[in-house]
């Protein structure tokens, strides 16, 4: 009986062994389809290159690809100035919080999948379009000096700094980020704009647009106000907090011929802050603009 059994050990080693060493073999490093799994495809050198020299690239070589072990835990990376032209891979980076990678060649950028950034930097590539809508605990959006024609920050509410200044911008809804206190829009071709939701907003840059009226009598907490060359026809900054804003500037509105403030007398007489506050000699202050 001994015997017997110690045969049918004897042959199920033979057939065992051999099924084992290649189901092991199927796992290895060497299948590619393990290696997909395990590694990152990075189809720009550039971006590579950046990987490697920051010292995220394990391998330190340029081969097109990284381990994804090196990458998903990455918080913060700093990508600018390195000819970049393609970003793909950056999806893998699941943990990253901030991206910089302004100053670049990049035509496209897809940040859908990292759900955790919370600032964003992609200023002076060549961007016509972003989508930002899955990216919900964005703080921070710079996009300046592109090519984008639209921008929708309607799913970014928590939102505090908004920079798209130099684009090609024909309107920009931002009635869904209240948490906004920092509003960059200048040198686009907007010819409306609501902030009267934004009512933490402290600096508002909208100069050189094709605005003809501006609102800004619901900001209390603003402090910094730059609407120059635009096409006013109506400007209202009185918000009842008119002392703290020290930055003022609605020069080159040649239709605007009056300016709603909280203190004409005040502005009249030279006192603070309106000494410091520039606009067209045309334009006159007055508590009440629907009279003149």
């Known amino acids: 009986m001994h015997n017997f059994t110690f045969q049918i050990l004897t042959m199920l080693k033979k057939f065992l062994i ?3 060493l290649l189901l092991s073999g199927s796992c290895s490093k060497d299948d590619p ?13 550039s971006f590579e290159k950046a990987l490697v ?3 995220i690239d ?3 070589i340029v081969n097109g690809k990284i381990s994804t072990s090196n990458i998903a835990n990455i918080v913060y990376l700093p990508l600018s100035d390195q000819n970049i032209t393609d970003l793909s891979g950056i999806e893998n ?11 670049n060649q990049i035509t496209s950028l897809d940040v859908s999948k990292n759900k955790d950034l919370k600032e964003l930097n992609f200023s002076n590539n060549q ?8 990216n919900t605990a964005l703080t921070s959006l710079v996009c300046f000096d592109n090519q984008l024609t639209s921008l929708d920050v309607s799913q970014n509410i928590i939102l505090a700094t908004l920079g798209c200044t130099n684009n090609e911008l024909t309107s920009l809804d931002v009635s869904s980020n209240t948490s906004l206190t920092q509003l960059y829009c200048s040198e686009n071709q ?3 704009l609501d902030v009267s939701k934004n009512t933490e907003l402290e600096e508002l840059f909208c100069f050189d647009n094709q605005l003809t009226s501006l609102d800004v009598s619901q900001n209390i907490a603003l402090t910094e106000l730059y609407c120059n060359d635009n096409q006013l026809a109506s400007l209202d900054v009185k918000n009842g907090n008119n002392s703290i804003l020290i930055e003022f500037n609605a020069m080159g509105n040649n239709e605007l011929q009056c300016i709603a403030i909280d203190n004409e007398i005040f502005a ?3 006192n603070a802050p309106y000494n410091v506050w520039i606009k067209d000699n045309s334009a006159v202050y007055s508590e009440d603009c629907s009279s003149r």
């Open 18 to 20: 051999p099924i084992l």
């Open 33 to 45: 389809n393990v290696d997909e799994k395990e590694s990152t495809p990075i189809s720009s050198p």
């Open 53 to 55: 020299d920051i010292g």
């Open 58 to 60: 394990s391998d330190g």
């Open 93 to 103: 980076f699941s943990g990253l919080k901030k991206l910089e990678c302004f100053n």
């Open 127 to 134: 961007l016509t379009s972003i989508n930002v809508s899955q």
């Open 190 to 192: 907007l010819s409306s």
């Open 268 to 270: 009249n007489s030279g």
